[in-house]
Structure formats: structure tokens, C-alpha cells
């Protein structure tokens, strides 16, 4: 009689042994599984985020081609307006000219163009291409802008067209 409990205590144990080692494997795979899935959801977050932040950046420079080409009829229409003298000015074919020229201008900075106020400022290489240097008229004006050749321009707080300047030294 003892040696039959003893043989069922066996065969108990090795039946609680090999279930504990099922349930063991199967934990196992469950954290696996839990793993993977926290992995993929995470790198699909990740990319949902990456996605938005991509169509954001595309719609904010998705004109700047565009504008890009309108820049130098912009300078044109500056240049234009910067030849006309002051009793041109007043006549109303010149009036409508400017009337013109402020309807684009205003229209690209609706846009989220921005003229760069180079002249005076401290040279930089993320914004200012340097044609030439001069000798600097005073000493203050060493290593800033001293004229600017043609105007350069932001889209959005991005570069989009170096200005060209003439630098002190």
C-alpha cells in the first residue's frame, strides 16, 4: 500500500513537473508575443507621427517652387519701382504699377515669405552668399554687411534664396 502512494506521488509530480514546464513555455511565449506586439504598435506610432510630421513639412514648402520663380520677377518690379522718380510716382499708370507690385508682394507673405534684412548685420554663411569684400568704411562695419546685391529670402523660416552681399573687412 505504501509503495502504491509512493508510485502515485510519482506520477503527481511528474504531472505537476511537466504542466509547471508547459505553463512555463507558454509564459514564455505570451511575454514574446506581448513583446513583439508592444515593439510593432510602438514602431506604428512612431511612423503614424513621422507621417503627419512629413505632410505638415510638405504643405508648409509645398509652394516653394512656385515662389522661387516669382523671386526674380519680384526683384524686377523693385527695381522698377526704385527707377521710377518721385513725380512718376504721383501718375496713376505708376499708382496701379505699385498697386501691383504690393498685391504680390503681400500675397508671397501670406504665403510665409520673408525678406532677409541683411544690410548692417554680421555676416553669416546659413544666410548671406558673399560676392565680394570691400575695406570696411568704419570699423564697426568689419566682417558685417555692408550692401546687399540682391535680397534674400525665407519660406516658413527656411532659406530659400541666399542674399547676395558685399561684405567689410
Given at each position: 500500500e505504501n509503495s502504491k502512494k509512493k508510485s502515485k506521488k510519482k506520477k503527481h509530480s511528474k504531472k505537476n513537473k511537466e504542466?509547471?514546464?508547459?505553463?512555463?513555455?507558454?509564459?514564455?511565449?505570451?511575454?514574446?508575443l506581448n513583446d513583439k506586439y508592444l515593439r510593432l504598435y510602438s514602431e506604428f506610432d512612431n511612423f503614424r507621427k513621422r507621417t503627419i510630421k512629413e505632410k505638415a513639412e510638405f504643405?508648409?514648402?509645398?509652394?516653394q517652387y512656385l515662389i522661387e520663380d516669382l523671386l526674380?520677377?519680384?526683384?524686377?518690379?523693385?527695381?522698377?519701382?526704385?527707377?521710377?522718380?518721385d513725380d512718376q510716382k504721383q501718375e496713376s499708370s505708376s499708382e496701379g504699377f505699385i498697386l501691383i507690385y504690393n498685391k504680390l508682394k503681400n500675397t508671397l507673405k501670406n504665403k510665409g515669405l520673408e525678406e532677409m534684412d541683411s544690410k548692417g548685420k554680421k555676416f553669416s554663411t546659413d544666410f548671406h552668399d558673399a560676392l565680394t569684400q570691400i575695406p570696411a568704411p568704419t570699423e564697426d562695419q568689419k566682417?558685417?554687411?555692408?550692401d546687399v546685391i540682391e535680397k534674400g529670402y525665407l519660406l516658413n523660416g527656411k532659406v530659400?534664396?541666399?542674399a547676395k552681399v558685399v561684405v567689410g573687412k
Open positions: 504542466e509547471g514546464r508547459k505553463i512555463e513555455e507558454l509564459e514564455d511565449k505570451y511575454d514574446n504643405s508648409k514648402t509645398a509652394n526674380p520677377i519680384l526683384d524686377d518690379f523693385e527695381r522698377a519701382v526704385e527707377a521710377l522718380d566682417g558685417k554687411v555692408v530659400i534664396r541666399y
